[in-house]
Nanobody, 123 residues
Framework: QVQLVESGGGLVPPGGSLRLSCTAS????????ISWHRQAPGKQRELVAD????????NHIESVRGRFTISRDNAKNTAYLQMNSLRPEDTAVYYC????????????????WGQGTRVTVSS
């Protein structure tokens, strides 16, 4: 069994920072890629960032590149999303995903999802 538990969301003013955490139960965390996704009201869910099991592959979408950083600590079974210079358009529910795969330079998410944590960027 695998369970993902997210934390770190909240209300922050524009320009502020938050760090999201995703901790996984089970023994497969260190063997799998993990990714962060978000869904804003009225919009499709989108991939934000992904990281391979050994951190040798790391990707961020253009809209967050230079502001967000994905990382992981396999000893703690935890992945992070550090979010700086937050903008109102970053407001969304953020989800972590475990078990994604890479084919060449293409990433596809896996079968395990957290419950989501809400991020609201507003003054």
């Amino acid at each position: 069994q695998v369970q993902l538990v997210e934390s770190g969301g909240g209300l922050v003013p524009p320009g502020g920072s938050l760090r999201l955490s995703c901790t996984a139960s089970g023994s497969i965390f260190r063997l799998n890629a993990i990714s962060w996704h978000r869904q804003a009201p009225g919009k499709q869910r989108e991939l934000v960032a992904d990281i391979s099991r050994d951190s040798l592959i790391i990707n961020h979408i253009e809209s967050v590149r230079g502001r967000f950083t994905i990382s992981r600590d396999n000893a703690k079974n935890t992945a992070y999303l550090q979010m700086n210079s937050l903008r109102p358009e970053d407001t969304a529910v953020y989800y972590c995903n475990l078990g994604g795969t890479y084919s060449g330079s293409s990433y596809r998410d896996g079968g395990y999802w957290g419950q989501g944590t809400r991020v609201t960027v507003s003054s």
